[in-house]
């Protein structure tokens, strides 16, 4: 057998790794500049820092000093980052230093393709990282306006703007009143009792009517599966304007506008096809034989079921739960329609706050709802591995 030979990282070619360094540099340097007045400017110097940066340490320096040079990156930036931003440019221009003395490293080195298999061509190394970086700027798109609203939320002042005492880190700037007024104020407390009394009884109805929905659909022998699917799912693809206008007309045909039931039944609406889109997923991988030898045991459906069908597939009821408790949670526009104001929700609070008083209250609030979103999503996440290991589709 052919003894392997492990060669030590080669340095790539210089021309590349400026060119690349530069290109990374004018990127930041558009928002630097933005900051200070002159993107043009901001381009052109950032480009050209770099491009230095990325000589001395890969040319000059190498790997043998990579550390102290890093830590030297790091301080540089943090250093021109006070003179032109103070304690909050301090902060950004320390995360700039550590990401580029990482960076320069990273492709100065061609560290970049340890993770990948060697006889990928460079095209393919490209649309590797670039496919990466689209779906990280996405990402960024995304989460940015939460990220924005969360210190927004510690402000001491009134305002739905960062103060000068907040961008200079000043104690003095951030406080704790808005969420304490969440807490105490009864508008909101009183908000929150009707978002809790509807959300989980709009959920079990969920659960409940979208999992035999989902096990009946995925029988074999069910004529019109398609169309029906298609309906039961129709009030997460119809616009909400429209679904809440039509339960207007019909539940006021009813009587039951403006009335607990009638709130609760319209977020267990939008609630079912969240349910039967994830236990029908489950579903697919459910073994139909264990079924069969429970009923050649002599155990009746029921008994089927909730010993045997049940756990197997409960991560997907649990995951299709949480999707409707965060839907009824969240909504605002059917409640508008459908409720009273006796039934006021958080988020009907919330926006009631927008249009009729602005209270930066509301960010406490959108806050708390993200850090709860965040919980259930992560339960979600979870649930979903879980659900993968049960049925064999990865290991364990």
């Known amino acids: 057998m052919n003894d392997v030979i492990l060669t030590p990282e080669s340095e790539k070619p210089l021309g590349f790794t400026l060119g690349v360094l530069a290109a990374a540099g004018a990127f930041a340097g558009i928002f630097v500049g933005a900051a200070n007045g002159s993107s043009p400017l901001g381009i052109v110097a950032g480009a050209i820092v770099m491009a230095g940066i990325a000589f001395v340490l890969v040319r000059l ?30 902060v950004m221009g ?3 230093g550590w990401f580029f003395g990482w960076f320069t490293y990273w492709i100065g080195f061609g560290r970049y393709r340890r993770a990948l298999v ?18 990280g700027a996405i990402f960024v798109f995304l989460i940015t306006p939460i990220l924005v609203v969360m210190p927004l939320s510690f402000n001491a002042e009134n305002f739905f703007t960062f103060t ?10 951030y406080s704790l009143k808005h969420y304490r007024d969440f807490l105490t104020n009864s508008e909101w407390t009183s908000a929150v009792r009707n978002s809790l009394m509807i959300a989980p009884v709009a959920t079990v109805i969920s659960v409940s009517l979208g999992t035999l929905a989902a096990i009946g659909l995925s029988q074999s022998h069910v004529p019109g599966k398609r169309a029906i ?11 909400l304007i429209i679904s809440a206008t039509g339960m207007y007309f019909f539940y006021s045909k009813i009587g039951i506008v403006g009335t607990y ?34 009923a050649n045991m002599g155990a009746d459906p029921v008994t089927t079921f909730f010993r045997v069908q049940m756990p197997l597939i409960l991560p997907g009821v649990i995951s299709g ?68 290991r049960l049925r064999g589709l990865s290991p364990s």
Do not use: N
């Open 61 to 90: 320096l190498g790997e043998r000093h990579e550390k102290p040079a890093r830590w030297g990156v790091i301080v540089l930036f943090a250093i021109v980052g006070f003179l032109l931003g103070g304690k909050p440019g301090l």
């Open 94 to 96: 320390a995360l700039f």
């Open 118 to 135: 060697p006889y990928l061509t460079s095209g393919q190394v490209l649309w590797h990282y670039t496919f990466r970086v689209i779906c």
């Open 164 to 173: 000068p005492e907040m961008l200079s880190f000043d104690p003095a700037g």
């Open 229 to 239: 699917m298609a309906i039961l799912i129709s009030p997460m693809i119809v616009p």
């Open 261 to 294: 039931w009638g709130v609760v039944l319209a977020h267990a609406v939008l609630g079912i096809p969240f349910v039967i889109i994830t236990v029908t997923a489950t579903l697919v991988g459910f073994d139909r034989s264990l079924t069969r030898a429970a």
């Open 321 to 388: 739960g949480l999707f409707a408790f965060i839907t009824s949670f969240d909504e605002v526009v059917v409640v508008l329609f459908i409720g009273s104001a006796e039934l006021q929700t958080l988020p009907w609070q919330m926006f009631t706050g927008l249009r009729e008083q602005i209270s930066p209250t509301i960010l406490a609030a959108a806050t708390i709802l993200v850090g709860i979103s965040i919980m259930l999503l992560a339960t979600v996440e979870l649930l979903r591995r879980r659900s993968e």
